[in-house]
Structures are given as C-alpha cells and as structure tokens.
C-alpha cells in the first residue's frame, strides 16, 4: 500500500486522469481549517469529481449539493466556471451521489455556498491554471503571456487563441497547481451577476427527473399505514378487503426501525400500481395500540410550557444583575409569545425507491442529507458502505423534511422483504400526520425601563428540542437551539438573563426552515416593539437605540456578528418602505430586524386591516448576506421566504387531540393563496464579505413585522399565531 499524504485545506487532490477522453479534476473537500486526505493513482479513495471537460468543448460540472428549487445547481457550479472563464452556454451539471468524497453534502443549514464557496473557486482556478500551461507549452511561450476568455486561452503577444475542448489532451498532462491564483472580483463574469438557471429550460419541458419520476423494471409500489399517534405500535390487522383491489398483490407488516431517522413502522400494501396501493391501504382495518402519547394535547401541553416559562427555570445565561435593574426600573413591561406545532408539508411528499440485492443496495430519492442516507442503509442491511448506492433525484420542495431519511429506509425494508425494486409512495396525508414537527413554544420576557431605555432583559423559552429524535426523554433546549436568536440577542443591554424550561417531546422533532429563529425572532421582535411602546418611542428609532453602538462579537470562527450591518438593514428596510409617512386610515408599518446563519434581514411591512380583514400589502426587505453568488437565486429565497412566512403566520397549526394530528391536507394546513400574496421588494447590500447564508434568513423576520404593523393599525396586540385563531379573517 502507498503512503497517503495531508495537506492544508489550501491545496487540492493532486490526481488528474484522462476519462472518456475527457480532461477530468479531483478535489476532496474537507471541512475548513481542516486537512485535506489526498490519494495516489491505488485508488483508496474516491476522488470528489466536479470538472469534466469534453474534446468537443463540452463542459460537465458536477453539482454536490440536492436541488430542492433554490438554485443550488446554477449557483455551485457557476463559480466553477467562474474561475474557468468557461461559456456557460456550454455548461450541463451532473448531480453528485452521496458519497463522503464530496465532502459535507447535507443541503440544509443556508451553508451550501457559505461553506463550499471557496472551494469550488479553486476547483475552477485549478482548471484553468492547467489549460494555460497547456497552451503556453504548445506555443513554446512563457504561461504568463497566457490569459483565458471565454473557453479560449489567448496568446497576448500574437492573439492567437486556443479553444479548451483543443488543449484536453495536453491539459491533462500539465502539473497541477498546488494553490491556484483566484480572480480578483472586478473579473467575474458570472458570480454577483444575475444567472438564469441552468435547469431552467428543462423544467419548463417536464424532463428533470423527481422521485416518483422513477420506474424500474419489475418495480412494485408501496403504501404504509402507520399508526397515528406517534410511537404506537400494531397490534393487529384485516386485510381481506385490500387484498380484492386489482393490482394489490400482497400485504406486510413493517417493523419500527430504532433509528432517529428510521422508519415508523406500519402495514404495508404492496401493489403493482400507485393508485392500487393507495386504495389498497384505506382498506385496511387495523387495531393499534397507541401507547403513552395517547393522552397527548397540544392544547394542554402549551398550558403547561406556558406555566413553565412563568416560573424560574434552568439558568442558559446571565450577564449583569438583571433583579436589580428590576427594582431600578421606572417601568416594567412583560409578554408571552405561543406558537404551534408546525410541518412543512412540501408540494412533494416523501418517496423513494430502493432496490436490495445480492449484498447491495440502490437508492433513488429526494434527499437533502443523501451521505446520512447512505449510512443509515449500510448500518440497517449491515452491509459495507461501498455496497450503497444513493441517487439524489430533484426535490419538489424540502424545508428540512427531507434532511430525514425515514422514508427511504420503508423502501430499502420492503425491497429487502419482497426481493423486487420498492416504490414507497407517501400522501400528502401521511407527510402532514406523521412528519418531524417543528416544535410547539411558550416564551416569556421581562423587561425594565429606565429613562426610557432598556436597563434589564429576561427571556425564558420553553419548546420540545430536536435533540430528542437522538436521544429520548430530553426535557430541556440545547446551546445550538438558544443561539437561534435568543442568546445572542443584539441589543446592548448590560443586564440579561435567559432560562429554559421544561418541555418534553411527545412527536418527532425536526429542523424546519429557520429552525428555532422562528420563534425566538418571532418573541423578540414582538417585545422589542411593545418596548417602544412603552417608552413612547417611534420603533425603529429605539431598535436602532436597542442595538446600540458599532460593535463585533467575538467568534470561535470566521462569521462574527456585526451590529453595524444589523443597523445598516434596518435603517435602509425602513428608508425603502418610506417609514414615518402618512398611511391611509386602516393602515400600519411593522418592521423586524434578525440575524441567523450569519446573515443580517430586515423587513417592513404594510397591512391593512379594515372591517376585521387583514391584508398585507407590500414587503420591503433588506439582506446583507456577504459575497452574492447569484442575485436572481437570492431574489427568489427571499421572495419565498416572505411567501414561507406568511403562510406560517397566518395559517401555520399542526394540533394534537388524543395523540393524532388533526390536519391532514392543504385545505386545513393551509399555504398562502395568490390573492393573499403582496409585493415584494428586495434589497441586497453588496459588500466583497465572505459569503453567508440565504435559503432560511428571510423566514424569522416575516410574522413578527406583519404583527407589529397590525399593531400600528389598530392598537391590538397579537401574541400568538397563527394569527387564524383570531378574528382577522372573518
């Protein structure tokens, strides 16, 4: 065996081959500041594959990430060609298997472009660096009388020019460079621009391949009944009626897979059609037991976390005295904030195929976390990673559902159990009743007043943490859940205090878009306003009065929040929404300021709400999210994000009565209709600062403004959402 070799995360996998006839480049792609593992021609390693450059020209780049419709395929790989100066127009992208040699790979987080920007700019520089010394070597000149443009090298003494798809063979051959030069941004011809998608035409002409896009020969279908209160289990069931479906052929009981991402467990109705299947499982007649969730009541158990958060609780943080600013006070203000139970319900529902065989396994599924899924397969089959073969297909949606591959593991069960490729189809009904729920909530603050400023801030939060799909029975939040907004709160007050209550989970919870930034944006935003209120303050003056002076947060890694770009977005939020004019009768201005996943958005909002109708009007929101890949793509997230939100705060509910999910579809878990949709206006702040996050950053800011502005119409105060639950839609 060869020796393996580290180096810095400054250098790339220095293996070049000839594939196809194609110049083909490697690249593995650790985590920052971390080394690279680098291979020889042995072959132990499988190399991260992302440029193919074809002798007609033709140039594959391959896309690491799932694209879920946030553009991740166009903007990944446009900074490859970026760096490549290649014509986009000759451009196709090839979706990535899981697979750990394509580093991290799990879309979610808003980290795809924060953390694989810089090494997809490389991968490019490294490509062009090459086909530069492969020309200058064909010319017998000096490289540095070489430049690239436009998938062309150019001679600048002779202006002689060679075409890339030309110099494959000899590209091939060239050293590769251990720390490629990057372009300087004035030379970018694609990253900060506006790109059209490269899957755009596709899309229109219906041929990008989605889950249920997929068809394998001898491939059955397959539909589960699963129990509908959350862990319970089966005890028994008839299966006579499903059995007289024409296309049923047969039915199976499926065990619970102990995971944290396995499946649930169910009756499975095997069909040699989808609608068979489907019919075939509303046949069925089972007897459940549903076990100690049975008693569960998202009514009841918001009363009792509401109880929790107004009693002292477990102590996250405190700085100062916040009892004596307390006593100090010239006026104290106090509010609770409840919000619901949410899921994500995506226009695509769970799916997968799987087919087991002979010691293998092929996966097809639309999957966030595809290297998760991988593992999860090889640890359920107890067979070798190798042996496991996942292929991300294009997602109708995600929001963090699909980060979970409880869904797939049913298919690879099945397939096991049948021996034949399995199509697990989920409905639109069993995503709604039987997902990983965002977590229910109750939050309480206090605050104190002195001479109409904030002197003393406590915050007590209490909800069901993710980290108890890992480890059942936790009763308290995690440090990574408090950071979503609470903990590191912006506003320069010397005296803080934050607490956790108890809260123990009775259904799955997962990571929705936003995560906890839903409801600690939410509670903060609300209370920064009824602090203005109080003080008798226009809000954005004393937000920005809250935030205080120009100052960074020290960072245990390069994201450091600034609250000098937090101001900067507030105060051009409000200039763009013309705050402080004169509104008509039945109108408001509301505005929320938040900073997650490193990036910094506010918004102002204008409603109306006469005759008991409330109607958002337009949406003016501002983002400083470091370098733009893609404006286009950072328009439309955020444009989605108000949509997302507004969904969230007007109809976003999933309530539980004796353990069951109540809402099953969209005509109870309802989503933003067109007549309900508002304008909405976007602002990027440019600035060459690293990039951070977009997909979820625009969601938390959305349902705290839209209530602070109808608090500006009307003088009503709303602390809790959905915002149905009121007399706002009558």
Not at 136 to 146: D, M, R, T, V
Not at 387 to 403: D, M, Q, Y
Not at 569 to 593: C, D, F
Request: charged residues 25%; neutral net charge.
């Amino acid at each position: 065996m060869k020796n393996k070799s580290l180096i810095s995360r400054r250098f790339f996998i220095k293996n070049v081959s000839l594939f196809s006839g194609a110049l083909v480049l490697a690249c593995d792609i650790g985590q920052k500041d971390k080394p690279l593992n680098t291979s020889n021609e042995n072959g132990h390693f499988s190399p991260n594959l992302f440029v193919e450059l074809k002798p007609n020209g033709d140039l594959i780049l391959t896309a690491s990430r799932s694209e879920m419709g946030q553009g991740v395929r166009t903007s990944l790989t446009s900074v490859i060609a970026d760096e490549m100066d290649a014509d986009w127009s000759r451009v196709t992208v090839k979706q990535a298997p899981g697979d750990d040699a394509y580093g991290n790979q799990n879309t979610d987080g808003s980290r795809s472009i924060r953390t694989i920007y810089e090494p997809m700019r490389k991968m490019g520089a490294m490509a062009r660096a090459m086909l530069i010394s492969a020309a200058a070597e064909q010319w017998g000149i000096s490289a540095a009388l070489c430049k690239s443009e436009l998938h062309h090298i150019v001679n600048t003494d002779s202006g002689e020019r060679i075409f890339y798809g030309d110099l494959v063979a000899k590209a091939a051959l060239m050293e590769i460079p251990q720390d490629p030069i990057l372009k300087s941004p004035d030379e970018f011809i694609y990253i900060g621009k506006g790109l059209k998608s490269v899957d755009a035409g596709d899309f229109v002409k219906g041929i990008p391949k989605y889950g249920l896009d997929i068809k394998l020969e001898e491939m059955v279908y397959a539909c589960i009944a699963r129990c509908p209160v959350t862990f319970g289990s089966l005890i028994s069931y008839d299966d006579s009626d499903s059995l007289k479906i024409k296309g049923v052929r047969s039915v199976n009981t499926l065990d619970r897979i102990e995971k944290p991402f396995g499946a649930l467990g169910g009756v499975a109705v095997i069909a040699s059609n989808s609608w068979a299947a489907i019919e075939g499982k509303k046949a069925l007649k089972v007897d459940w037991n549903f076990g100690e969730n049975e008693t569960y009541s998202s009514k009841n158990f918001m009363d009792k976390i509401t109880a929790n958060v107004h009693q002292k609780a477990k102590l996250i943080r405190e700085e100062g005295t916040v009892s004596k600013a307390f006593d100090r006070a010239d006026e104290i203000v106090e509010a609770t904030y409840q919000l619901p139970h949410l899921v994500h319900a995506p226009m695509e529902a769970p799916n997968a195929t799987a087919h087991v065989k002979e010691g293998s396994c092929e996966v097809w599924a639309p999957v966030q976390a595809p290297q998760t899924t991988r593992q999860e397969i090889s640890d359920f089959l107890g067979i070798e990673l190798d042996k496991v073969t996942v292929h991300v297909t294009f997602l109708g949606g995600g929001f963090g559902r699909k980060s979970k591959p409880d869904f797939v593991l049913e298919a690879v069960a099945l397939s096991k159990m049948t021996e034949l490729p399995v199509q697990v189809i989920w409905t639109r009904e069993d995503d709604i009743q039987h997902s990983y729920y965002h977590a229910i909530s109750a939050q309480y603050l206090k605050a104190s007043l002195k001479n109409d400023s904030v002197t003393g801030w406590l915050h007590r939060t209490a909800y069901p943490s993710i980290t108890s799909t890992f480890m059942p029975g936790v009763n308290h939040g995690a440090g990574f859940e408090f950071q979503q907004g609470m903990t590191n709160m912006p506003y320069e007050i010397k005296n803080v205090r934050y607490e956790n209550g108890e809260a123990v989970a009775h259904v799955r919870i997962g990571w929705l878009r936003s995560v906890y930034n839903i409801i600690h944006g939410f509670s903060i935003n609300v209370f920064a306003d009824e602090l203005a209120t109080a003080a008798g303050k226009d809000p954005l003056e004393f937000r920005l009065n809250m935030i205080g002076s120009d100052r960074i947060y020290p960072s245990d890694n390069d994201y450091k929040l600034d609250t000098s770009k937090l101001k900067n977005v507030l105060k051009k939020a409000g200039k763009n929404a013309g705050w402080g004019r004169e509104l008509p009768k039945g109108h408001g201005l509301g505005l929320a300021v938040h900073y997650s996943f490193y990036s910094y958005v506010a918004t102002v909002v204008e409603v109306s709400v006469i005759g008991n109708k409330l109607k958002v009007h337009d949406v003016f929101t501002v983002v400083d999210c470091g370098t733009v890949v893609n404006k286009d793509t950072v328009i439309a997230q955020l444009e989605g994000a108000a949509i997302f939100g507004m969904s969230l705060a007007y109809y976003g509910d999933i309530s539980m009565e004796q353990g069951k999910v109540q809402q099953s579809n969209y005509h109870d878990y309802q989503m933003l209709r067109i007549h309900e949709t508002p304008k909405v206006h976007i602002e990027i702040v440019e600035n060459g600062d690293i990039p951070t996050g977009i997909g979820e950053p625009g969601v938390p800011v959305i349902a705290p403004a839209i209530v602070n502005a109808i608090y500006n119409a009307t003088g009503k105060r709303y602390r809790k959402l959905p915002l149905k639950s009121d007399d706002l839609f009558a």
